[in-house]
């Protein structure tokens, strides 16, 4: 701390975020409270607490940073840019401005009036807010020059704050280009960095544009990261539940100081040292939400979004009981679709697909590639290939990639098998040609699922160990908040990691577990396929295989491979 008392303000940069501005009079919510605030405008009651539910079944926990605090909530909050992404879809974009009209109306709190003073003596300001509150503390102290070196980096409410970062759809790309320049410019200016208020969570943007830095990117830099909390000033000098930035922030070469507190009383001490006016007794806080009005009918269309987003499909099957009266056909043909996927009705899927007519060129090509892909997931793999290949030879644009990324999952499945992996090598090659190297500008799902595949495609193809791409995939689906998906990255992460010195009560463990979360989703294809992990044998009866085959609608053929691979391994002698 003394260090940065001595550091001049002018050579301090301040990343800051949503809790400087919950003190009175600004009187904005926290993370949680808006979270509730936007599950009670926008969904039915008790939508959030299946969330959580769902969160605590599969072991998505939070600790606290500070370990002398109270851990409030164990589950893990959904995403809320994920939530505002789903209720823009149901209830229209101008949901998302309506549940945070507050902002726009905030006052400045006492430590926006410090931050004013910071940047009034040539400080930087880069800050996640959507509020204008340093500008309005700026103002009213008549402190014009520095309204420059404020970055809203997620945009803001003023009149050129631009769209607001507050959906998963404006998140998920990263920074544009000349915004993560401005972002890594404004973070290197200055030999210090105060962190302040942020959680650290913005993994989508300012985690990549950090890591991004080459290992000496940030050498030399000093950070101070204040983590709010109502005990004594204390440093933490454990590394685990850390946001995931401060690993960035060490690898680009900056120390980093972590240090549990409570805000004003830093901050008091800092511009005491500094020479900034006393920071002064905090305000009462005087919440008063905006008043948002909604059409309660899509309160049931927004849920069955919801839940088939994030992969809960304990709830989506509930909710396609009695569908929702104005979801639309488009909807409950996508619900539809995915829980009879996870129900391994595989059949039934492939005959529901082949009713449907299509009404837009991308339900068509949803259409042939589901089909294709139940194909696929049966084992009938050279109908998969047949079927995804002529109709991949005559798309282009996304419809092409879409069919090739499936016609991949098959490829990379004959790869495993001997009697295919022969003609599936150098097709495999060719296919790599179609493909197109993905990037994040193409959002969380093509970008991770398609990295995924043509690392699996290029490791196997050259029979070499695969890499971390799964566990790397699996890792940005749970930040985007999809449950299953995380899940299902966890499961290539576990076949691609196996080895058999691995011991057998771990082994137990691990697969159980995975069993266990895909189980608790509602997807129980997921959860009987993992009788088909490496060293399965050494966890599940040839019983449990039996009782599995028969609930799924795997091809006979395929079921028998299954069995014979199975029981082979099991008697194999040691």
């Known amino acids: 701390m003394n260090w940065l008392i001595s550091t001049a303000p002018e050579d301090v940069t301040v990343l800051s975020g949503a809790g400087i501005s919950v003190e009175g009079p600004s009187s904005l919510p926290t993370g949680w409270e808006l979270t509730e605030r936007i599950f009670t405008a926008y969904f039915p009651p008790g939508t959030l607490n299946r969330v959580l539910s769902a969160h605590l079944d599969i072991g998505w926990n939070v600790t606290p940073p500070c370990p002398d605090d109270p851990p409030g909530t164990d589950a893990r909050p959904p995403r809320l840019e994920t939530v505002l992404g789903v209720v823009a879809r149901a209830h229209g974009g101008r949901a998302v401005d309506d549940s945070v009209a507050d902002v726009a109306r905030a006052a400045s709190n006492r430590l926006h009036r410090f931050l004013a003073h910071h940047v009034a003596r040539g400080g930087i300001n880069l800050t996640a807010n959507f509020d204008l509150c340093i500008e309005k503390a700026i103002a009213a102290h008549g402190h014009a020059p520095g309204m420059d070196r404020i970055l809203h980096f997620h945009g803001s409410t003023g009149p050129r704050g631009g769209v607001l970062g507050a959906t998963l759809e404006r998140i998920e790309k990263g920074f544009p280009p000349d915004l993560a320049n401005r972002f890594i410019t404004g973070l290197r200016a200055r030999p210090a960095l105060l962190v302040l208020g942020y959680s650290g969570s913005d993994f989508f943007d300012v985690d990549v544009a950090v890591h991004s830095l080459a290992a000496d990117g940030l050498a030399g830099m000093r950070v101070l990261w204040l983590l709010h909390s109502t005990h004594a000033p204390h440093f933490v000098t454990a590394d685990k539940d850390l946001p995931p930035l401060v690993t960035g922030l060490r690898r680009a070469g900056a120390q980093v100081d972590l240090l549990c507190g ?26 008063s939400p905006p008043v948002i009005t909604v059409d309660d009918s899509l309160r049931e269309v927004a849920a069955l979004e919801l839940f088939l987003e994030i992969g809960v499909f304990t709830q989506v099957r509930k909710m396609l009981a009695t569908p929702p009266a104005k979801a639309s056909p488009a909807l409950v043909r996508s619900a539809t679709s995915a829980t009879l996927w996870e129900l391994g009705r595989w059949n039934d899927l492939r005959q529901y697909w082949r009713r449907v007519r299509p009404a837009t060129a991308e339900e068509r090509i949803q259409r042939l ?4 892909a139940t194909w696929w997931v049966q084992g009938r793999l050279v109908p998969a290939y047949l079927w995804l290949t002529w109709h991949r030879r005559h798309a282009d644009g996304e419809a092409k990639q ?82 299953l998906a995380w899940i299902t990255y966890r499961h290539r992460t576990l076949r691609d990691t196996y080895h058999p010195s691995v011991d057998v009560a771990e082994l137990n463990a691990r697969y159980r577990k995975l069993r266990d979360q895909y189980s608790a989703l509602g997807s129980f294809s997921g959860a009987l396929r993992t009788v088909l992990l490496p060293g399965a044998e050494r966890v599940f009866t040839t019983r449990e295989v039996l009782n599995d085959l028969r609930r799924l609608q795997h091809a006979p053929w395929h079921r028998i491979r299954i069995l014979v691979r199975h029981w082979h391994a099991k008697h194999r002698p040691v």
């Open 369 to 372: 590639e589901r089909i294709g």
């Open 402 to 483: 879409v069919l090739a990324e499936t016609e991949g999952r098959v490829l990379e499945h004959m790869l495993r098998t001997p009697d295919l992996a022969w003609f599936a090598r150098p097709v495999a090659k060719r296919l790599l040609d179609v493909l197109e190297v993905p990037t994040q500008a193409a959002g969380v799902r093509p970008y991770r699922t398609r990295s995924d595949l043509r690392s699996s495609l290029e490791h196997a193809i050259a029979g070499s160990a695969r890499d971390d791409h799964a566990s790397v995939s699996s890792e940005w689906f749970g930040q985007a908040g999809s449950l």
């Open 262 to 287: 409570p805000t004003s009383f830093v901050l008091d001490l800092l511009g005491r040292g500094w020479g900034f006016p006393p920071l002064g007794d905090a305000e009462a806080r005087r919440p």
